[in-house]
C-alpha cells in the first residue's frame, strides 16, 4: 500500500493551496479517505473526510467553508483544495486510507501560511 501526498508549500495568508493524495496498492473506490493534519505542538487533528463512492464528506468545525475534499475513483486520488489560508492553518498535512486495521497513512506535506 502505498499513500503519497504532494502539493504542499509556501502561501500568503488568504491564498489557497491544492493538496493531491495518490494511492496503490487497494482498492481505492472501495474505502473513505481523510485528510488531517499537525501544527507543531499540537496533536494531529483531522480536518476533512470523504466516504467511498465521494457522495458524502464531513469537516472539521475550523475548516468548514474553505476546504474540500474530493476524490477522483479512476486516478486513486484524492485531494484537498484550500482557499482563505490564514497562518494557523499552517501543518503538516496527511492523507490516511481508511483500510480495515490500522489503515496507511502517507509522510505528510507540509503547508506553511505566511507572508
Known amino acids: 500500500v502505498q499513500v503519497v501526498e504532494s502539493g504542499g508549500g509556501l502561501v500568503q495568508p488568504g491564498g489557497s493551496l491544492r493538496l493531491s493524495c495518490a494511492t496503490s496498492g487497494f482498492t481505492f473506490s472501495n474505502y473513505a479517505m481523510s485528510w488531517h493534519r499537525q501544527a507543531p505542538g499540537k496533536e494531529r487533528e483531522r480536518v476533512a473526510h470523504i466516504i467511498n463512492t465521494g457522495s458524502k464528506t464531513m469537516y472539521a468545525d475550523s475548516v468548514k467553508g474553505r476546504f474540500t475534499i474530493s476524490r477522483d475513483n479512476r486516478k486513486n486520488t484524492v485531494y484537498l483544495q484550500m482557499n482563505n489560508l490564514p497562518p494557523a492553518d499552517t501543518a503538516v498535512y496527511y492523507c490516511?486510507?481508511?483500510?480495515?486495521?490500522?489503515?496507511?497513512w502517507g509522510q505528510g506535506t507540509q503547508v506553511t501560511v505566511s507572508s
Open positions: 490516511f486510507a481508511r483500510l480495515p486495521g490500522p489503515g496507511s
